[in-house]
C-alpha cells in the first residue's frame, strides 16, 4: 500500500479504509470519520463505525420451515448483538480509551499504520484476529482510537449455527494470540 501510494500522498491526511466482502458502508462514511472529534483530532489514528446487519427480515435460505424461522431468529440477535451491545461496550471504551477495532467498517490513519509497521513494513502481524490485533498495537504504540454510531456498515449476518460456531471459535482463537 505505501509502495503503491508512494510519496503523493500525505499519511496524516490517508485514511485506510477496510470493509469485508459483505460489508456496505453507508454514503457518508469518510465525511463523519472526517469529524473534529474523530479524525479531525490528529491523535486519532483509527476510528471503528457502527456495525449492522443488512439481512435483517430476509427470508432464510430454501429450507424447511423450522430451519428457516431459527435462521431468522439467529440473524436477528446477530444485529441486536452489534448494534446494542457491541456498540454500548465500545462507547463505555471511549472514557477508558480502549476502544477496539473490527474487520467491517474499520479506518486507520496511514501514518499510524506506518507507526506500527515494525522493520519488515507489515503493520497486519498474522493473527485470525487481525482487526483487534491493530488495534492493540495503534494503542501500545500511543494512538487514541474512537467509535462513532453516527454511521455504520452494513454487513450479512449468518443463518447457520455451525457457521456461527466457527465464526466465533476464530474469533477467539485470535483474541487468544493477541494476548501475547
Not at 440473524?75 to 448483538?81: P, S
Not at 499510524?112 to 519488515?120: E, R, T, V
Request: glycine share 10%.
Amino acid at each position: 500500500l505505501r509502495q503503491w501510494a508512494g510519496q503523493v500522498v500525505d499519511p496524516d491526511q490517508t485514511v485506510v479504509v477496510v470493509v469485508d466482502a459483505d460489508g456496505r458502508p453507508t454514503p457518508d462514511c469518510l465525511a463523519v470519520c472526517a469529524a473534529d472529534h474523530l479524525f479531525g483530532d490528529a491523535k486519532v489514528g483509527a476510528v471503528q463505525v457502527d456495525v449492522r446487519m443488512l439481512n435483517c427480515g430476509m427470508p432464510a435460505p430454501s429450507v424447511g420451515w423450522g430451519r428457516r424461522y431459527f435462521g431468522r431468529a439467529l440473524v436477528r440477535m446477530q444485529d441486536l448483538e452489534f448494534r446494542v451491545a457491541i456498540a454500548a461496550i465500545q462507547m463505555s471504551r471511549r472514557f477508558t480509551g480502549s476502544v477496539a477495532m473490527g474487520g467491517n467498517g474499520q479506518f486507520t490513519r496511514l501514518s499510524a499504520l506506518d507507526s506500527i509497521a515494525g522493520p519488515h513494513g507489515q503493520p497486519w502481524r498474522g493473527s485470525l484476529l487481525e482487526d483487534f490485533e491493530l488495534g492493540v498495537y495503534l494503542l501500545t504504540e500511543g494512538w487514541r482510537t474512537r467509535f462513532t454510531a453516527d454511521t455504520h456498515v452494513a454487513q450479512e449476518a449468518l443463518y447457520s449455527l455451525r457457521r456461527l460456531l466457527a465464526q466465533r471459535t476464530r474469533w477467539d482463537q485470535g483474541a487468544m494470540q493477541c494476548a501475547r
